[in-house]
């Protein structure tokens, strides 16, 4: 079974940048066959798809973040991170790393990490 | 504002049968497949239906996925008071490059 544990702060001051790994235990990234992706859902709101990533370092992003976001694997250490900078109150939200399909437009999440809640704030 | 656009709320008694719908264009659901999750409350969302219709493994088959043209539609069957919860469509949209847009989320309510 697939486990996925999101680490990084929980606060970050506007206009800095924000920085997230996801662990993955119990299945390995670079054996291919998933991409790995990022989701955030701000308080009392919705769910938004940031990007996901290849273990090749392909990566497709969120139209809206994509001037702000960056994302990379470690194979060696089995963890994918997500890179937002420029970060505002708006990006105040729980952000869940989580295993994406091989088919990259399956929106097809099955596997989830907790999530991390992430406050923007001086 | 979401790209997918779903009721804010939908509500049954148990034993009814209720259905979501999620409205979306040419560009996503209208060429992609169609995804549902269930969220519980401070939890994290759990994939119920996959490509469509496809029930994930485990999941009961009280829930049913369809779409027709640029709609899609999540039906739940022999309503539970377990089924209150937040659910939310998901599909590919061609549009700029390609990417993965979600409904806005329905509160399911069993009354």
Known sequence: QVQLEESG????????????????????????????????????????????????????????????????????????????????AADTAVYFCARHHVVVTAPRFEFWGQGILVTVSS | ?????????ASGTPGQSVTISCSGSRSNIGSNTVYWYQQFPGKTPKLLIHTTNQRLSGVPDRFSGSKSGTSASLAISGLQSEDEAD????????????????????T???L
């Open chain 2, 87 to 106: 659910y939310y469509c998901a599909a590919w949209d061609d549009s700029l490059n390609g990417h993965v847009v979600f409904g806005g989320g329905t």
């Open chain 1, 9 to 88: 702060p929980g606060l970050v001051k506007p206009s800095e940048t924000l920085s997230l790994t996801c662990n993955v235990s119990g299945g390995f990234i670079n054996r291919g066959g998933f991409y790995w992706g990022w989701i955030r859902q701000s308080p009392g709101k919705g769910l938004e798809w940031i990007g996901s990533i290849y273990h090749t370092g392909s990566t497709h992003f969120n139209p809206a973040l994509k001037t702000r976001v960056s994302m990379s694997v470690d194979t060696a250490s089995n963890q994918f991170s997500l890179t937002l900078t420029s970060v505002a």
């Open chain 2, 1 to 9: 504002q979401s790209v997918l656009t779903q009721p804010p709320s």
């Open chain 2, 108 to 110: 399911l309510t069993v």
